[in-house]
Nanobody
Framework: QVQLVESGGGLVQAGGSLRLSCAAS????????MGWFRQAPGKEREFVAG????????YYADSVKGRFTISRDNAKNTVYLQMNSLKPEDTALYFC????????????????????WGQGTQVTVSS
């Protein structure tokens, strides 16, 4: 089992920044990929960014490329999402997820490929 706890959400004005953290515990040695997803009211959960624990290969949704940066600290078992130039459309509940499989290409963005999820942290961007 893997436990994931997100933090760092909040209310920010458009153009501002936030950094989300996802602390992983438990059997983290069996996880290969980590991801951030978000879900706005009335919408489906969508992929935001992903990272491979080993090697640090990163993946981004087109909507956040150039604004968001995913990173990881292996020693702390923590994944981060630095969000800059935030827009009102970034408002959502942000979830951290872990996959026990090595994901490549399009599978990184598929939420069904992830085995464990955190409870989410709310990000609200005001205009």
């Amino acid at each position: 089992q893997v436990q994931l706890v997100e933090s760092g959400g909040g209310l920010v004005q458009a153009g501002g920044s936030l950094r989300l953290s996802c602390a992983a515990s438990g059997r983290t040695d069996n996880t290969y990929n980590m991801g951030w997803f978000r879900q706005a009211p009335g919408k489906e959960r969508e992929f935001v960014a992903g990272i491979r624990w080993s090697g640090g290969t990163t993946y981004y949704a087109d909507s956040v490329k150039g604004r968001f940066t995913i990173s990881r600290d292996n020693a702390k078992n923590t994944v981060y999402l630095q969000m800059n130039s935030l827009k009102p459309e970034d408002t959502a509940l942000y979830f951290c997820a872990a996959s026990m499989r090595k994901l490549y290409g399009g599978s990184v963005a598929n939420r069904r490929e992830y085995d464990y999820w955190g409870q989410g942290t709310q990000v609200t961007v005001s205009s």
